[in-house]
Nanobody, 124 residues
Framework: QVQLVESGGGLVQAGDSLRISCAAS????????MGWFRQAPGKDREFVAA????????VYEDSVKGRFTISRDNAKNTAYLQMNSLKPEDTAVYYC?????????????????WGQGTQVTVSS
C-alpha cells in the first residue's frame, strides 16, 4: 500500500512559479513510477507529467513542456512538480499518482495509488 499526500498548491499570478510536492508513505516508493495529473472544473482528468522509479526518464504533456519539470527524491519518498511561467489555463486540482512499475504511464487508469489533490489557481 502506498499513501500519497500532495502539498504546495496555492494562488499565484500568471508568469509566476510554484512547486508542488507529493509525499509517499511506505518502503515501496523507490520501486514506483510516479505521475502528475490535473483536473479543471468541468473537464476530465488529464495527464501532466511522469517519471520512472529511478528518475532516469520523464515525459510531459505537450502544453507543459519547457515550463514544468517533474523530479523525485527517493531518499525522501517525495516527488515534485516544478511549474514555471504559469498560465491561467494551468488552473486545476493537481493529483500525484503511483504505479508499481519501473516505467511510467500517461494513462490514469494504470496508476493504483492516488493523493487527495492540491489546488493550483493562476490569476491573469
Amino acid at each position: 500500500q502506498v499513501q500519497l499526500v500532495e502539498s504546495g498548491g496555492g494562488l499565484v499570478q500568471a508568469g509566476d512559479s510554484l512547486r508542488i510536492s507529493c509525499a509517499a508513505s511506505g518502503r515501496t516508493f523507490s520501486s514506483c513510477a510516479m505521475g502528475w495529473f490535473r483536473q479543471a472544473p468541468g473537464k476530465d482528468r488529464e495527464f501532466v507529467a511522469a517519471i520512472t522509479s529511478t528518475g532516469t526518464n520523464t515525459v510531459y504533456e505537450d502544453s507543459v513542456k519547457g515550463r514544468f519539470t517533474i523530479s523525485r527524491d527517493n531518499a525522501k519518498n517525495t516527488a515534485y512538480l516544478q511549474m514555471n511561467s504559469l498560465k491561467p489555463e494551468d488552473t486545476a486540482v493537481y493529483y500525484c499518482a503511483a504505479r508499481r512499475s519501473y516505467w511510467y504511464s500517461t494513462k490514469a487508469n494504470e496508476y493504483s495509488y492516488w493523493g487527495q489533490g492540491t489546488q493550483v489557481t493562476v490569476s491573469s
